[in-house]
């Protein structure tokens, strides 16, 4: 299968995008928006959300680093670097995992990741879109194609042209 910008006015999903004689990845407003959802471990679930703030953010191939701060919570202090990562058929399932050399209790770790879900969702949405859209590309999985690039691509086909007659000042048909 093709994956191409043509691709886009059937629905097929695409991952990639021809343009100047390159094969690029799809920019976020090519994609159908999704809703991202956190991927969490059940002991997680009941800890209450940490407010956090991302102060850095570093790209890797699948995905990037943040260092989080959590504003007013000292027992907090060693939980601020976390990679994320997606998965999913649609890559909207956001995995938010902690990197630091000291554990945090696990009864604080759930509510630290919590609270950086939200800070991205809130704060850096464009950069997961952005990581989907890369993530897409390097693993060839197609996502489906947003409504605004498929009525573009539909309203400049050929077939839906409609040209008027060029008349004269008397309303003549000009040839």
């Not at 969490?40 to 943040?66: K, S």
């Not at 399932?93 to 696990?106: A, G, K, Q, R, S």
């Not at 800070?119 to 060839?140: G, M, P, S, T, W």
Request: aromatic share 6%; hydrophobic share 40%; proline share 9%.
């Amino acid at each position: 299968m093709e994956h191409t910008s043509e691709g886009m006015a059937d629905k097929t999903p695409v991952f990639g995008m021809h343009e100047g004689g390159i094969f690029r990845p799809l920019r976020p407003e090519e994609v159908a928006a999704v809703t991202y959802r956190l991927v969490l471990r059940p002991e997680y679930e009941e800890d209450p959300t940490v407010p956090a703030t991302i102060q850095c953010l570093e790209d890797e191939v699948d995905g990037f680093w943040v260092e989080a701060a959590f504003p007013g919570r000292p027992d907090l202090v060693h939980a601020g670097t976390f990679l994320i990562e997606l998965q999913g058929d649609r890559l909207d399932l956001v995995v938010v995992d902690d990197f630091e050399p000291e554990p945090v209790p696990p009864n604080r770790l759930g509510g630290a990741v919590k609270g950086v879900f939200q800070a991205l969702i809130k704060q850096h949405r464009r950069d997961l879109d952005l990581l989907r859209c890369k993530v897409a590309y390097l693993h060839e999985i197609g996502l489906e194609p947003a409504a605004l690039a498929e009525a573009l691509v539909e309203a400049i086909s050929p077939e839906r042209i409609e040209v008027e007659p060029v008349t004269d000042a008397g309303g003549k048909e000009a040839k």
